[in-house]
């Protein structure tokens, strides 16, 4: 297909795919009718995605894979499981979902990633990455131990997710126990968003080149085992070096060594190869590894020729010419760019560290001029870390560039790696907050809440583009303790100017007889701002101050507080143990009695939607903000006109 064939109407559906209602559909397809059905797929996948946002190349790349796994597997009553689970939309289509793609990630519609609540085919909704094993790990024992021996286990992993250490971890487990069946599916593209890295790499890549070695020894057993007497017997001894051979020629011994039978490689876009292997490894007792090559971005021009990423993830996009069609303003992401480039020029002990996400966290910049001190490792937020440890104890001041949410993740290695032994590393949290449109996995509302148990560590939020700049010299700056700072996603606002500063902490607006303080956590700001406009139309004063480094909580912050009627904190992580917990719990410490009212994420998964409605939906806009506060200051008030008796007595 080239851009040009492109239809405009998005939910038209192709002759043979308005016949596919669930996977019993395809089983029924010749193999012309199932070629045409993949181009009317990614046909239907160009219309929609370009229309809605989403993950187009990966899934481009996984048409013949999905329908061919359709056809070998039952699902539901087989499981099949999407590591990461971007790569499921052809799934979504094939299990009867394909009216949902108009709502593909907006609100009240169809989720991005598997949802449990969306299709009884769809297993796990998590969307961070190499998981996908283990849970088809305890899945297999589970059947296994209550006699489902005749469900399948498929779980379908990427080369760029089998760099994550979860998936070796349970590859271990997987490999070690023979009595029950599991397959494994690689989809290897060679990329995860950027060309796939690390040794695991280089191992798939020897797998892809030495095709010819498999075939080589289907023909000797072919052509041997006619041959009486001798035949079966050179072929054994043939087999029998088999892995010395490859061990020299093709050393895909590794996934055999550690127990796995190898099936492939596959070209992943023949489905009758690719069927033909599944069905090898769906008759095998004990675990199975299919390794099957395909090509991200497959059949849509301006994909395969966009060499930076083949449109992993796209915004809404012209079809015809896969260019954004909105313009996206600067971002957070390129601020941080143009900055850390900045500093690494000044400062050559500073390093970056990206965990597969080099240009959606804006360290290409700095890789592009200093490649040898920008780190891709992988899929592997908490090797990243760790490693990060190391090279502080090296000598080097590492940036750790990750978005928010996948910080979760080496939490650990935060705590134990990095702050137990005070190691100067700086983490950029970017995707900070409520993030939109992918859905509860990838709100970023986590970070400030877990982060404040860690001893020694430092957190800053910055405001807009100068506080930015400014916290991110300040971070680095730190040698003996860890440093984060988080940011939203998307455009970055107009500045905002401080109107003064008291010990560090900026005054964005001061009111006369000010009753409430408000304690503005980063990019909250504008919106807090807008909160203290409308307060003071109904006669309310807020003075707004935006403590820039929010843990620990700076002593001015517990000052100004103290002389307020109320303290309002106002930030976009959950409300749980965030950073108004911790102004209430340095208040009290502080022996301040001035009542505490905290905005934030309420705790609880939140869907998907622009992040403007997410917004909405959980009351941190400035409208239902200023609505709280103004009850709030009018409850104060009438506590004060109408106080409790104080002695009041106890009830039995
Ligand atoms: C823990 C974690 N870190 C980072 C990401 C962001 N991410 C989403 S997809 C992806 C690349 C996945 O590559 P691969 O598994 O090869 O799938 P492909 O898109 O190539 O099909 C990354 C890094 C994630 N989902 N989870």
Redesign the pocket.
């Known amino acids: 297909m080239t851009g040009r064939e492109v239809p405009s109407d998005v939910g038209r559906l192709g002759r043979v795919l308005e016949q596919i209602h669930g996977p019993r559909d395809l089983r029924r397809l010749d193999h012309d009718e199932l070629a045409a059905l993949a181009a009317e797929i990614r046909d239907f996948l160009v219309r929609s995605v370009s229309k809605t946002g989403g993950?187009l190349?990966?899934n481009l790349?996984?048409v013949e894979l999905t329908l061919a796994l359709h056809r070998v597997f039952d699902s539901p009553h087989d499981r099949i499981l999407w590591?990461?689970g971007?790569?499921a939309y052809v799934h979504k289509i094939v299990t009867g979902r394909a009216g949902g793609f108009e709502g593909l990630r907006q609100k009240g519609g169809m989720s991005g990633y598997p949802s449990q609540a969306e299709s009884d085919h769809d297993v796990i909704e998590n969307?961070?990455?190499?998981t996908a094993l283990s849970y088809a790990d305890g899945l297999a024992k589970a059947f296994q131990l209550r006699g489902q021996t005749d469900r399948h286990v498929v779980a379908v992993?990427?080369?760029?997710?089998?760099t994550?250490g979860m998936a070796w971890e349970a590859i271990n487990n997987i490999a070690a126990d023979h009595s029950r069946r599991l397959v494994i599916v690689v989809?290897?593209?060679e990329?995860?968003?950027a060309p796939?890295i690390g040794g695991l790499a280089h191992h798939l890549a020897t797998l892809r080149t030495t095709r010819g070695y498999e075939r080589f020894l289907e023909w000797g057993k072919r052509v041997l085992g006619r041959t009486p007497v001798v035949g079966q017997p050179v072929f054994e001894a043939l087999h029998g070096v088999k892995k010395g051979i490859k061990d020299i020629v093709a050393p895909q011994g590794m996934f055999e060594d550690l127990g796995l039978k190898y099936v492939g490689p596959v070209d992943g876009h023949d489905i009758e190869a690719v069927e033909h292997a599944l069905s090898r490894a769906k008759g095998y007792p004990g675990p199975v590894l299919v390794h099957c090559i395909?090509r991200?971005g497959l059949g849509y021009k301006p994909a395969e020729d966009d060499t930076a990423d083949n449109f992993?993830?796209i915004g809404v996009i012209d079809p015809e010419t896969g260019q954004p069609l909105a313009s996206a303003g600067t971002s957070w992401t390129s601020v941080f760019a143009d900055e850390v480039v900045e500093i690494a020029r000044e400062r050559p002990d500073v390093v970056g560290i990206t965990?597969?996400?080099q240009i959606?966290v804006g360290l290409d910049k700095f890789a592009a001029e200093f490649p040898e001190r920008v780190f891709d490792v992988g899929?592997a937020?908490q090797h990243a870390t760790t490693s990060a440890a190391g090279l502080a104890m090296g000598g080097m001041h590492p940036v750790v560039a990750?978005?928010a949410t996948?910080l979760n993740?080496a939490f650990d290695q935060v705590l134990m790696d990095v702050a137990l032994h005070r190691c100067g590393v700086t983490f950029c949290l970017d995707r900070a907050g409520v993030t939109g449109p992918d859905g509860a996995s990838h709100h970023g509302m986590w970070d400030m809440a877990f982060l404040q148990v860690v001893p020694g560590l430092r957190l800053a939020a910055p405001r807009d583009t100068v506080t930015m700049r400014a916290l991110l010299r300040e971070a680095v700056a730190v040698d003996d303790a860890p440093t984060v700072l988080r940011y939203p996603t998307g455009a970055v606002c107009a500045d905002v100017v401080a109107v003064d500063t008291v010990d560090g902490v900026d005054v964005l607006r001061r009111a006369e007889d000010a009753d409430v303080l408000l304690v503005s956590v980063g990019a909250m700001a504008e919106t807090s701002l807008e909160v203290a406009e409308r307060c003071a139309q109904q006669g309310i004063g807020v003075t707004v101050v935006d403590p820039r480094w929010v843990k620990p909580v700076p002593d001015a912050v517990v000052r100004l507080a103290a002389a307020h009627r109320c303290v309002v904190t106002v930030e976009d992580g959950v409300r749980a143990g965030g950073v108004g917990s911790a102004v209430a719990q340095a208040l009290r410490d502080a022996k301040v009695s001035t009542p505490l009212r905290d905005f934030g994420v309420p705790l609880r998964f939140l869907d998907h939607g622009k992040r403007a409605e997410v917004m909405s939906e959980i009351g941190l806009t400035a409208q239902q903000i200023a609505r709280d506060i103004v009850e709030t200051v009018a409850s104060l008030e009438a506590a004060v006109e109408n106080p409790a008796p104080s002695d009041a007595a106890p009830s039995d």
């Open positions: 993950h190349g990966p790349g996984a590591d990461t971007h790569q969307s961070h990455a190499s992993v990427g080369d760029g997710s089998l994550g989809n290897d593209n990329r995860s968003y796939t395909t991200k992993h993830g965990a597969a996400m959606p899929i937020e990750v978005y996948f993740r």
